[in-house]
Structure formats: C-alpha cells, structure tokens
T-cell receptor
Framework: RKEVEQDPGPFNVPEGATVAFNCTYS??????FFWYRQDCRKEPKLLMS???SGNEDGRFTAQLNRASQYISLLIRDSKLSDSATYLC?????????FGAGTRLTVKP | GAVVSQHPSWVICKSGTSVKIECRSL??????MFWYRQFPKQSLMLMAT?????????EQGVEKDKFLINHASLTLSTLTVTSAHPEDSSFYIC?????????????FGQGTRLTVV
C-alpha cells in the first residue's frame, strides 16, 4: 500500500463547479499535512496546510480526519486558473511523502 | 520570494557527459534536502535524501553511483548526474525543510529540466 494515496483523476469540470479531492495516508505517526499545487513544468507550490479543525482560504477548504487518516480539499466556484495538479503531502518527522497528484482541468 | 534556489533551470547535454545541479537554501540552514525526479505526466518520485555532512540516503532503485549527491554545507546540496543518457532526461526538483520549524511545509527549488541528446 502506498503511503499517500489520492484520487487518480483527471477531473474535468466546468467553470463555477465545486470539486473535491480526497487523500488517504497509511502512517498514523504522520504529523502535518498539506495540499500543494503543481502547474505544468513547474515546481510544486504550497496551496494550504491542513489542520485538524479544518481550514478555509477563500474558495478552498481543507479538512483532516485523523481517525480515518483522510484529508480532503474542496474547491468552490472553480476558475480556469485552478487547472493544475494537486498534490497531497504528509510530513512524518520532517520526512515529506507525496501523493501521486490529481489533475484538474477547469473548462469554460 | 524564493527561499530555495535551484540552478540551472534547464540544461541540454550530450550523452555520456555529467551534469551538476545545485540547490541552495536562501533563508535558512537546511540540514536535510530532498531530490526528486518527475517524468512527463507522472508524479514526483523521491530519489534521495541529502544530509549535511553525511552520506545521502537513496530510495530503492536509484543508483547512488550514477546520481551523486553532495551536501557539504548547510545551504547547498548538489546532484550530479554522471554519464547521462537520454533516459535520464527528466525534471529534477530539490526541496528543503527549515529545521528550526518542525512539521512545516517543504520549500521547493524551481526545478531543472534536463535533456540528454
């Protein structure tokens, strides 16, 4: 079993749609969690950290369920510029483990 | 601004030559840096963990004699692709964690696109 697993995608959605990505992790000792965004031929960039209480940043909402070892990212009112690959990342004692990424394409 | 700088951003080399890629942490001293490789339309694959002052830890299947990693200072790690072949053409990315902050995000370099001809 992979340490971090994500929805394989790709997700193709129209502008304005709401889309949700899921991620599960296998190591219960995982300590911190992140969503990164990677554009084509670019390095990953931090989108948001994920906290146990859940957190929101504009159109983006991230949630963590430690009991189920599950992380989610919700994007509301999606924009064309949201098209990218979204990576779920887990930090285990400063050892970062990445999911394979979920590709999102938002279409007009 | 970038806190991890990677150089060069792209390089084309002849088959059989070696290529060195540098990764520098600009705002902090990075005791640990990570090197990844990413083929087109595939996910990031961790190649090795670079530890300052000691040998790198390589992931299974990564040839340590082919991908030489040197982390001689707290702000610089280098990856040398030795005797490069066309199948080594890929996007190489480094990242670093700020050791002063536990469980924070990783900061990535801009990546190096290597093309071996």
């Amino acid at each position: 079993r992979k340490e971090v697993e994500q929805d394989p995608g790709p997700f193709n959605v129209p502008e304005g749609a709401t889309v949700a990505f899921n991620c599960t992790y296998s190591n219960s000792a995982s300590q911190s969690f992140f969503w990164y965004r990677q554009d084509c031929r670019k390095e990953p960039k931090l989108l948001m950290s994920v906290y146990s209480s859940g957190n929101e940043d504009g159109r983006f909402t991230a949630q963590l369920n430690r009991a189920s070892q599950y992380i989610s990212l919700l994007i509301r009112d999606s924009k064309l510029s949201d098209s990218a690959t979204y990576l779920c990342v887990v930090n285990i004692n400063n050892d970062m483990r990445f999911g394979a990424g979920t590709r999102l394409t938002v279409k007009p | 601004g970038a806190v991890v700088s990677q150089h060069p951003s792209w390089v084309i080399c002849k088959s059989g030559t070696s290529v060195k890629i540098e990764c520098r942490s600009l705002d902090f001293q990075a005791t640990t840096m990570f090197w990844y490789r990413q083929f087109p339309k595939q996910s990031l694959m961790l190649m090795a963990t670079s530890n300052e002052g000691s040998k790198a830890t390589y992931e299974q299947g990564v040839e340590k004699d082919k991908f030489l990693i040197n982390h001689a200072s707290l702000t610089l790690s280098t990856l040398t692709v030795t005797s490069a072949h066309p199948e080594d053409s890929s996007f190489y990315i480094c990242s670093a964690l700020n050791p002063g902050l536990m469980n924070t995000e990783a900061f990535f370099g801009q990546g190096t696109r290597l093309t071996v001809v």
